[in-house]
């Protein structure tokens, strides 16, 4: 096990009606901006529950944050928090609100030229609004880390930063708020989920036995609860061990003192970039390309995922690899996700033009030993063509 | 799953060499109290390392915290905060040090007339002095947690209390201050550290599959890793293993939205008052006998654990049940922990003193139903006897 050091502070709200509970976690005297997306918590009463429990406070609104929200909108709420002086921000949405919100949080107050540097030159920032979250999508993660994805519109680029400062203070994970969710988001979000966490386990043994568990221990549940939320929105205990899932699959938690490999996220984001496809679509795309090709590389921990989560001990390795990799498709279309670029109407010639970007911002070598070059990426794709 | 809040800001710096970094962790203006036990971090070098990383620092010391931490030795320390205005609290051991310095945290600023109303009264405490930790005995997991327990030795008084002000800031867990455990307290570490997990786990299914397999995840590795590190005390990823299982153990994580049962802990607490034995040899005594009694109440869980830790799937449920716990027993034993009283010198006598001592406290009925009855102690007692 390699040495780590491991803080996650966030408070984890978790449960029916907790959103009651957010008035106690914010500052009394807060100049507070609620943001979200495109307007679902309207409909689904999750606005009224909010504003409900913030009756009395100063609220300030902005709505309108699209799915891999874009610097261009997020500026606009920027202003806002300049010239309103809000400090806080409860983002009230799924992974792209709380994302987009945390680069609101830290550009505010962000002294240089451009905002965008923060994301496109890895600028520390030095200080951000306080923001909570209250989560209405499983899947990123984004209510319990530092990350956040954001894309340039203009140039077509989306690309992730992290800081300490960006960690919720509180985030409300209440399973009745993802009830009426679209079926599309319910399977992106378990694939999401499910693609974190082999990002962070389907690397080489690093005797961290307790991680490996612990990783295996999510994918099983997501396997178990992951179609079943599919099939039955309104029943609550999937939905909840689901929810639970996602937010364990990206907190810090499996990933301390072991190997990382975000090859799949990386190739993924240029796929969503040109061509608009959901983010957890494209992790369905690609992981399963990914570990085909990397096969020698990650040998062991393959056998292990084929035994542990799959059940499969018989055939010769490539056998049991393939069996494993094949069983990880059947499970994304499972939950109605496709794996292959061709059921999103896009070709093989969109391969040389995702290596030419991954290339141009020296991403040459991918992946947990940084050897994943150009040809193996364009090997990955073609596999799940 | 239950309703929950979650939340756990404890730093944790992991791995070879990270005392070097506390002095980045405490406030460079602090007076500084490092609290130790009966001396053993000046034979192994702990001592030197702490020391060293708080060169140029205004550092006093408190030493012979006893195993069970007694309220009479703590309130000598309190003393020196007092006096001495210190505004941090660096707690340097095991358990028994950590929780003693938590005592010592609230008890300091406590204003009441007598301080062991924090613990025989739960009187909630308002302000207490920060502390860290470097854990050099993995079993408690007080390094990453709220709780305490320290014992009124005039009374033979063994009580636990907790407060969020408790957190330490950071704890550091460096294996290799673990290499010089005398090998009955990695015994004991590991015995501990297993009970925690099955008093989270083992009640009743509560369709919190995550949760279950977390529990599961620390109870295979204990049993893979726990003899490897009882043999081969400088191995240092067997030691790892077993510390960071020790901590994941009793951080709340594996216990967020599912019932949980601390019968065992509280019946052994009255056999070290009583008998002063060592606390993790306690739990080793009375949990084989709390399984046995309650395998009514707890049948699902405990042929779900009878599956899938110990691979027992033949037999009638007792049968499965019965070689569950004998597996359990035959694992406390291979780490020296010897699980009946015989073995301890205590006789049955002993028995109706332990249930007169929980009835006076009002603990008649234990466990997640809050029915175990003193009859069902009794029987969980006699069994190992």
């Known amino acids: ?65 699209e799915p891999n929200p874009r610097y261009e909108t997020l500026m606009k709420a920027v202003e806002i928090v300049r010239t309103e002086k809000i400090d806080f921000l409860l983002a009230v949405g799924g992974g792209s609100v709380l994302d987009g ?64 400062l960006l960690f919720p203070k509180f985030s409300v994970l209440d399973p009745e708020t993802t009830f009426s969710l679209p079926l599309r988001q319910v399977g992106n979000g378990v694939v999401d989920a499910f693609t974190h966490t082999m990002e962070q386990y389907l690397t080489y043994p690093a005797n961290a036995p307790l991680q490996d568990r612990f990783a295996e221990s999510i994918l099983l549940t997501l396997i178990e609860e992951g179609p079943k939320t599919y099939a039955e929105p309104t029943n ?86 393939d069996g494993a990799i094949a069983k990880t498709r059947t499970f994304f279309e499972s939950v109605g996700v496709p794996t292959h670029l061709s059921a999103y109407g896009v070709t093989v010639e969109t391969i040389p033009v995702v290596i030419e970007r991954l290339v141009s911002r020296g991403m040459t070598g991918l992946g947990e030993h940084q050897d994943m070059n150009p040809e193996q990426v364009s090997k990955a794709l073609t596999i799940s063509a």
Not at 53 to 61: F, I, N, P, S, Y
Not at 288 to 308: D, F, I, M, N, T
């Open 1 to 65: 096990m390699d040495n780590f050091a491991f803080h996650n502070p966030v408070k984890i709200l978790f449960g029916k009606g907790q959103i009651a509970h957010i008035g106690a976690e914010i500052p009394a005297d807060a100049r507070i901006l609620i943001t979200y997306g495109g307007g679902s918590i309207k409909a689904n009463g999750v606005y009224d529950q909010v504003k409900a429990a913030l009756a009395g406070r100063t609220v300030l609104e902005f709505g309108g944050i």
């Open 236 to 321: 609550y205990e999937a939905r909840a061990n689901v929810m639970w899932c996602a937010t364990m699959a990206l907190n810090g938690l499996i990933g301390v003192g072991v190997p990382q490999d975000w090859a799949t996220h990386m190739i993924g984001h240029e796929l969503t970039a040109l061509h608009n496809i959901d983010h957890g679509r494209t992790l369905a795309i690609v992981l399963p390309g990914v570990l085909s090709v990397r096969r020698e590389q990650k040998k062991a921990k393959l056998l292990q995922y084929a035994e542990r989560i799959w059940g499969i001990t018989a055939g010769s390795e490539d056998e049991r690899i």
């Open 101 to 164: 919100t945390k680069f609101i949080a830290a550009a505010a107050p962000f002294q240089g030229e451009d905002a965008w540097e923060i994301v496109a030159s890895k600028t520390p920032i030095t200080s951000a609004v306080p923001l909570g979250a209250v989560l209405t999508l499983p899947a990123t993660g984004s209510e319990m880390n530092t990350f956040s994805v954001v894309t340039k519109w203009e140039t077509q680029t989306k690309l992730g930063f992290a800081s300490d």
